[in-house]
C-alpha cells in the first residue's frame, strides 16, 4: 500500500505552529517514505469558518516551501479537497450507519439538550449523550419507527448520533505512544450528521480518509480522544481492513513547560505563534508572524522539526532536505516539547550567517529602498560584512549599521556623559587635521595615525576613540571604529566632528 498522508486543517483563524508542525512532519514523512502528501479542508462547521483562513493555511505553507501533491487550487484523482465542495458524499455513509444499527436520529432540540445538561450540573453530575441516557430522550431508538417516519415528514429537524457500542475494550495501536486501550461505556455518542445537512468534524473526516486512501494519520495529540470513535466508525462502516495507522503528535508546551503553547502566549510573551503576520477579520486586532518578523522560513522549519522529534545525534541544523532523510516516526516523542523563543532566535541567525554578503546585501537594499535611500552596493555588501556576526533579524541590518546612512541626529546621554570629557574637543579638533593628511584612507593608515598621535601625547587609546566614536555614531556600539571612519569617507568623517564638537559644547562637564 502505498503512503498517503494529509494535512487537514479546519479553517478557523490563522494555522499555529503547532499545525504548521503537523503539516511539516506529514510532508516529511510523505518525501521519506516516497508517498503523497495531501491538503484536505475541512470546513464543515460553518459557525467557527472564518473568511481568509485557507488562504492564510495555503501561503503559509507555501512560504516555509511545504508543498502538497493534491489539495484545492491544485487538483488530484481525489479531488474536491475542500469538504464543503464534497457536501453530497457524506448523508450516504450516514444512513448506512443508520440502517445497520449503528447509528440513530435523535430530535431532541438544542434547548432541551442544555436543559439536560444544567440539570446533570445542578446535581454536581455532567451530562453526555449516551448508552446511560439514550433509551430516555428523543431519538428513533425510543420513538419506534413510525414516529420517527412521521417526525421526518413533518420536517422536524434532527441529528443522526453514532451509537457507541456497550461495554467493549476497544485496543487501538498509535505508531509514537503504543498500544491505547479506551473503554466504549465512557464515550458519547457523538452526533456524526447536523441538523443543518452537513456532517460533523468525525464523519467527514473518517469518510474522506478512506475515500482518499489515506494509509497514516499524523496528528495532534488533541485528536487523541476522538480516537476511539474514529476506530468504531472504521469498524462500523466495514472498512476495518483500510483504516489508516494511526500517529498522533506531542503537545507543544510554553516557554515555561507548564500547559499547551496557545494562540494568546505569542504577543503576550513577546514571539510570534504564527508563520504569518494576521489580522482578524471582525475585531482587526493584529497578531504577528514570524515572516513579518524577520525569521528566515528554513529557520522556522528547522526549529519546528526538533520540536517532538530528535534526530538521535547532536546535528541541530538541517536543511529541508536533510530532514527528508533523517525523518522518520519513531524518533517522535510521547512528551509534550517546551517551546524556546531564543533558540528560535538562535535559529535564524545561524541561518543568517549561512548567507553570503553579496545576498544579505541585495536583501538590505531593498530595506534601504523602502526608506527612501539608495545605497552604492559595494559600500553595503561592506557594511554587511562588518554587522553580519550581531544579525539576528534582517531588520537588525538597519538598527546595527543606520549610522552609516544617517548622521547622529543625538547623541546618547550615558555615552556623553561617560566618555566626554575636559579635553575631548580638543583632541577631537587634532584627529581631525590628523585625519585630512591620511592617505591612503584605510584602516590600517587610520589606525597608524591615531596610534601615532596617542603614543606622541601620551594619551589612552580610549581617551581618543571613544569620544570619536560618539561622534560618529552617537554613541557607543557599532563595529570597529577605523572601519566605521572608512566607510565614511573623509569628508563624511570630518564634518560629523566638526558637527558633533559644536553640538557637545553647552554639555556640562
Ligand atoms: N480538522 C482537524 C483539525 O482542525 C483535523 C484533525 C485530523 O487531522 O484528523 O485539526
Known sequence: MSVRVRFAPSPTGPLHIGGLRTALFNYLFARKQKGTFILRIEDTDQSRYVAGAEDYIIESLKWCNI?????????????????????????????????????????????EIENYRKKAESEGKTFQYDISVRHKLKNSLT?????????????????????????????VND????????????????????????????????????????SHVIRGEEW??????????????GREKQMPQFAHLPLILKPSGQGKLSKRDGDKMGFPVFPLQWTDPETGEVSSGYRESGYLPEAVVNFLALLGWNPGSDQEIFSLDELVEAFSLDRVGKAGSRFDPEKARWYNQQYIRQQSNEVLADTFISLLNQRGIQADPGKVEKIVGLIRERIVFMSDLWDQSYFFFTPPEEYDPATVKKVWKEDSAMIAEDI??????????????????????????????????????????????????????T??????????????????????L
Open 487 to 508: 566607510l565614511l569617507g573623509k569628508e563624511e568623517t570630518l564634518r560629523r566632528i566638526t558637527i558633533g564638537i559644536h553640538a557637545l559644547k553647552s554639555v556640562n
Open 143 to 171: 420513538l419506534g419507527e413510525a414516529e420517527t417516519k412521521q417526525l421526518i415528514n413533518s420536517g422536524i429537524p434532527y441529528v443522526i448520533r453514532f451509537k457507541i457500542p456497550e461495554n467493549e475494550q476497544l485496543h
Open 432 to 485: 581631525k587635521k590628523l585625519l585630512n593628511h591620511t592617505d591612503p584612507f584605510n584602516p590600517e593608515e587610520i589606525e597608524k595615525a591615531l596610534k601615532d598621535y596617542s603614543d606622541k601625547n601620551q594619551t589612552g587609546m580610549g581617551k581618543i576613540m571613544n569620544p570619536l566614536r560618539l561622534l560618529l555614531v552617537g554613541g557607543s556600539f557599532g563595529p570597529h571604529l577605523t572601519d566605521i571612519i
Open 175 to 214: 505508531l509514537i505512544r503504543g498500544s491505547i486501550t479506551f473503554q466504549t461505556s465512557l464515550l458519547d455518542d457523538k452526533v456524526l450528521f447536523k441538523a443543518d445537512g452537513l456532517p460533523t468534524y468525525h464523519l467527514a473526516n473518517i469518510v474522506d480518509d478512506y475515500l482518499m486512501k489515506i
Open 67 to 111: 508543498p502538497y501533491d493534491e489539495g484545492p487550487l491544485k487538483g488530484g484523482p481525489y479531488a474536491p479537497y475542500r469538504q464543503s465542495d464534497r457536501k453530497v458524499i457524506y448523508r450516504q455513509y450516514a444512513d448506512q450507519l443508520v440502517d445497520s444499527g449503528n447509528a440513530y436520529l435523535a430530535f431532541d432540540t438544542p434547548e
Open 224 to 237: 487523541l480522544p476522538s480516537l476511539p470513535l474514529h476506530v468504531l466508525l472504521y469498524h462500523a462502516l
